[in-house]
């Protein structure tokens, strides 16, 4: 039998994609006692082979409002971690490193912090907290960050940009960069499936969360690329923190009849066939610290569905598809430059066949995360042995 590991979140969803459809599914597939200590609505279940203890209620984070909760969650976090007693704790949020420091110190058992994104990009973006709240969190996450690149046995990021940021900052010991490749099971139906003459619902599709900024270039690029005698069909879906404003926007903007925004909520084996209701797959970065570092997932899935793309030009995107075979790549935050790639492609059918085409092969035998767990199975092995 494989060691126990345990996997914690005191903020992300139960089934996020990254922590329980990649990694702790690649875990449980290697034979691994693999644990999931994150917020769900039973104390206890077992799905897919992975043990879910439950911290509590699954609620929206925010930094003040649900302070206790937030405080409740983690006080739980410590005491089933502690009873479980693993060889390996896989934290997935900043919060939680002051309680792998404390695991490290009186179980000494392997700790892990899984960092998802550049967090004091992220912070500082957040307009809505005053200058000086900004400042202290943002020197806060600095403290806690360093702490976990001197302390932990490894640092896991989600790309390279902020590897190299653990690396050269906080002089970290240990960086494993795992993507969010797809998991082509998910997309094999898919394979070589795409046809020039097929019907598509809608023309450009965005999927996962919908923030308010993503919206507002998606309208001035659907009013630009109707101004231009196209009629584009849009669909949003996925959890979208303001709908009631979108849809405000759809009506006053004239939009209704061609942009189509879905807040619903689907199963993660169904995503796919949604995504593919349309011909190509739009993602609007704007351009913002946070975006100098993270990869869009989506542009890979995209990708594993034979679909081009439209996206922003932004530094960790480039090395995958600034060649333009299979994605056009255009200046963030300007409307009449998204319209323009968005027009040459509804109007050639065949270059979007070929593009999705040569997305497909990129990711088939690269951008996968058949081949990118490896890594994460390889890290284990060696903490263990050491």
């Not at 997932?297 to 995107?317: I, N, R, W, Y």
């Amino acid at each position: 039998m494989m060691p126990l590991v345990a996997h914690i979140s005191t903020v992300h969803a139960p089934f996020d994609q990254r922590i329980f459809h990649r990694e702790c599914a690649s875990l449980v597939q290697a034979q691994y006692d693999t644990h999931l200590l994150v917020q769900f609505q039973q104390p206890y279940a077992v799905v897919k082979s992975i043990h879910i203890h439950s911290l509590g209620q699954v609620s929206n984070p925010t930094l003040g409002l649900r302070a206790k909760q937030r405080m409740q969650r983690l006080q739980r976090a410590g005491q089933q971690a502690r009873q479980l007693q693993a060889r390996i704790y896989h934290l997935h949020d900043p919060e939680l490193i002051p309680l792998g420091l404390w695991l490290k110190a009186v179980t000494g058992a392997i700790v892990i912090f899984d960092c998802h994104e550049n967090n004091i990009a992220y912070l500082r973006q957040k307009q809505y907290l005053r200058q000086t709240m900004r400042h202290g969190l943002t020197i806060g996450m600095a403290l806690m960050e360093h702490l976990a690149a001197r302390c932990f046995d490894a640092i896991i990021t989600a790309d390279q940009g902020v590897a190299t940021l653990y690396r050269r900052r906080y002089q970290a010991r240990r960086v494993v960069t795992l993507h969010n490749f797809p998991q082509l099971s998910l997309f094999e139906s898919w394979s070589a499936q795409y046809q020039p003459r097929r019907s598509f619902v809608f023309d450009l599709v965005y999927h996962g969360t919908i923030p308010r900024y993503h919206l507002e270039i998606a309208f001035a690029v659907a009013e630009v690329v109707r101004s231009r005698g196209v009629l584009a069909r849009w669909l949003f879906f996925g959890r979208c923190p303001e709908a009631e404003w979108a849809q405000a926007e759809v009506r006053r903007r004239k939009l209704c009849d061609h942009f189509v925004i879905d807040p619903t909520a689907i199963p993660h084996e169904q995503v796919a066939d949604r995504v593919r209701q349309a011909r190509i797959g739009f993602i609007p970065l704007p351009d913002l610290p946070k975006f100098q570092h993270n990869i869009p997932t989506k542009l890979f899935e995209f990708m594993a569905l034979e679909m081009p793309v439209v996206l922003s030009d932004l530094p960790p995107s480039r090395p995958f598809v600034g060649d333009g075979v299979c994605a056009l790549m255009v200046k963030p935050d300007d409307p009449a430059a998204y319209a323009d790639a968005i027009i040459q492609l509804l109007r050639d059918p065949e270059r979007c066949r070929t593009m999705g085409v040569d997305g497909r092969r990129r990711v088939e035998y690269e951008y996968n995360w058949e081949q990118e767990s490896n890594k994460l199975l390889d890290l284990y092995a060696d903490l263990l042995a050491a």
